[in-house]
């Protein structure tokens, strides 16, 4: 009985780590800090890269050559108008040094949320003109081309 009950209590020990090591983050609102709602994203998304993201908060497309220019194209049309060609900064700020008007951008969490979810002034939410697969390739480029001091850039951790 008692081996069962061991058993039983490694089983259920085991199951619990495996679902704590698959939860996902919660990936908030910059300015009412709910939490956001991926069911409204733009469809198709929803990749293997997106779902590993949700899990560890970290680009798996950052140093993707291929998906870095996917990223740059998508940039051009869907951000430069703002933030410059260059993401030299334009209506919006600067997307390449190291100042960030919101600090946690320099996470990719904090970068992913500002584009899904939208912040204050002109920056309105993006689900609804990137799939969130799309906003992993625009951030990858922005990481790509960064400019401003390593120490300072989160994501490289």
Not at 22 to 51: H, M
């Amino acid at each position: 009985m008692k081996k069962k009950q061991l058993g039983l209590i490694i089983a259920l020990t085991l199951s619990l780590a495996s679902m704590t090591a698959t939860a996902e983050l919660t990936f908030r609102n910059v300015i009412t800090g709910q939490p956001l709602d991926f069911s409204v994203a733009k469809k198709g998304g929803d990749t293997e890269a997106f779902k590993q993201f949700k899990e560890t908060g970290k680009n798996p497309y950052n140093g993707n050559a291929e998906v870095v220019q996917k990223g740059h194209d998508l940039y051009m049309t869907a951000c430069s108008g703002c933030h410059g060609h260059e993401a030299e900064g334009k209506l919006g700020p600067g997307l390449a040094d190291d100042y960030w008007t919101y600090p946690a951008n320099a996470t990719d969490q904090g970068l992913f949320e500002v584009l899904f979810g939208g912040a204050n002034g002109m920056m309105g939410p993006q689900y609804n003109n990137l799939t969130t697969d799309e906003m992993l390739q625009i951030m990858a480029h922005l990481r790509d081309i960064y400019k401003g001091n390593p120490k300072k850039a989160k994501w490289l951790k």
